[in-house]
Structures are given as C-alpha cells and as structure tokens.
C-alpha cells in the first residue's frame, strides 16, 4: 500500500493518539539494543522510544512518510538523534546486516500484506534480523463477525461520519473525516475511502482530500499458524496495550513471539507445503 498521499495529514490525523506508545517503550527498555520498528512512518512510536534512551531502526517503504520523520528527528536533542536509524526499505525483503533485540510491527502494519507469499517473506525476513532471544511483536485486530454479516447484507458501501475521527490539522483548521468501508470475505480485507474535508472559519471547504486504505484481517488460529510455519513460538496473545487479555472477537490482539529451534520447526513446515 502506498502512504504517500497520507503523509502530510498522518500526524495531524493521529496527535492525540499515544495509546501504544508506553506499550511499546516497556518492550524496548528491556530489549537487547537496536531495535526494530518495521513501517514506522513518521515516527509516531520510534521517536518518543528514542527520547527515551532506547537506540532505534526504523524501516518503511514510502519516502514522504519517512521525510516526515527526518524532519521531526532533526528538531530533537543530538542525544537522540544519535539513537536513530532511518532506512527505506520493503519488509517483506528488508536486509539491514543487523541482529535486533525486538522487531515490532505496530498499529496494523503487517495487515497491508495482502497475500500469503508477502506475509510468509516478512516474517522469513525478521527470523534473519531477529537475536536468538529476541522477541517478535504484530499487532493486527480480529474482526468483528457482526459487523462482517451486516455490511454482506448492504448492497453498496455507505458514507458515514467516523465518530471521534475529526481533528485539528497543523494550521489548527478544523478536518471533518467521512469514509466508506467494503469488506471482503472471500480476500479477508477490508477497503476503505476515507474523505477528509478542511473547513474555514466561515464554514467554507478549504481542501478536499481523498485516500484509499485496504487492510487483510486475520483471524487468531491463522496467525499462530503462519508465525509457527515461519519458525516462531507464540509466548503471549494481548488483547490491548494495557496487558488486557485476549478474550474474543472484535478485539486488539497483539502476538508477543519468539524463534523457535531451526529443527523444531523445519519438520513443520515441510508438512504445510506438503
């Protein structure tokens, strides 16, 4: 998926969300330095961890969203600056010549591998970049069923005001956000419109801006499997960032795993693609 479009309003958008970040700081502190964020945008997550002693890589695809990130970076203390490494990079191919403490793929990112050979490259990728006791963590959310069934039963995609999805961009205007959603079954992902409109002070429409997003949700077994065929153990399944347990559909789930043994797994995975 390409952010491009997303970049300049991305931070605007997403400023007074920090849910995850101390989340992710408490894996990070106690993490064999570097470590590894894959997708990480505009640095959102990587550079409050940074400020916060912990020595960074972070890897995306997109370059405007990594300009964004550059252009944060250059503004924060020479300590932290020091601590950060930036690089353009897919992660389902991404070779740094580097061993990372912990790898993480945050708010979503590994739902914008749509196909099952990308899905199984990323996480081949991050077993050859990942410590022997390092740890793996993919946040993805298991979709909620009932709304599955009822946008099956509509006949075309609604347009509806995204509630709290509203916000101020960077000149303080007021950004009025609507999207349409279109799921999938048979692919497993969701397509989104997203229509931002900023509004003037006498209620005009300053700018209009459109962008597309598509996410492939999976359901729990399915990420076991896919983590276990690619050499991993599952240690912990979350169903938040405050440590909630995960306990059924329509929930966060964020997968705390490990490398398993090389002959503990080999055996497995010639039985899948068997």
């Not at 007021?174 to 209620?203: K, N």
Request: net charge neutral; with cysteine; hydrophobic share 40%.
């Amino acid at each position: 998926m390409d952010y491009s479009d997303y970049a300049a309003i991305y931070d605007a958008e997403y400023a007074g969300y920090d849910d995850d970040v101390a989340f992710y700081l408490s894996w990070a502190q106690k993490a064999h330095p570097p470590v590894l964020e894959l997708g990480c945008g505009t640095g959102r997550i990587l550079l409050p961890l940074a400020d916060h002693g912990v020595e960074m890589w972070g890897l995306d695809n997109c370059s405007a969203m990594l300009e964004r990130a550059r252009a944060k970076l250059s503004s924060r203390p020479l300590e932290t600056r020091r601590r950060v490494t930036l690089v353009e990079q897919d992660m389902t191919s991404f070779r740094l010549n580097r061993k990372f403490g912990l790898i993480y793929l945050p708010f979503r990112e590994f739902m914008h591998l749509t196909r099952v050979d990308q899905q199984l490259a990323c996480l081949h990728a991050i077993r050859r970049h990942l410590c022997r006791d390092g740890r793996l963590l993919i946040n993805v959310y298991d979709v909620d069923l009932v709304t599955l069934v009822h946008s099956r039963q509509a006949a075309d995609p609604v347009l509806y005001r995204q509630p709290g999805g509203d916000y101020l961009d960077e000149q303080g205007r007021q950004v009025l956000l609507c999207s349409a959603s279109r799921y999938d079954p048979e692919q497993q992902c969701l397509f989104e419109e997203r229509f931002y409109e900023t509004i003037g002070p006498g209620g005009q429409i300053l700018e209009r801006r459109f962008v597309r997003l598509s996410q492939r949700w999976f359901f729990r077994w399915e990420m076991v499997h896919l983590l276990s065929r690619s050499g991993f153990k599952v240690e912990q399944l979350l169903g938040g960032y405050f440590g909630e347990r995960y306990s059924g559909l329509g929930q966060e789930m964020i997968f705390v795993a490990r490398l398993r043994p090389r002959r503990s797994w080999s055996s497995v995975g010639s039985m899948v693609r068997s």
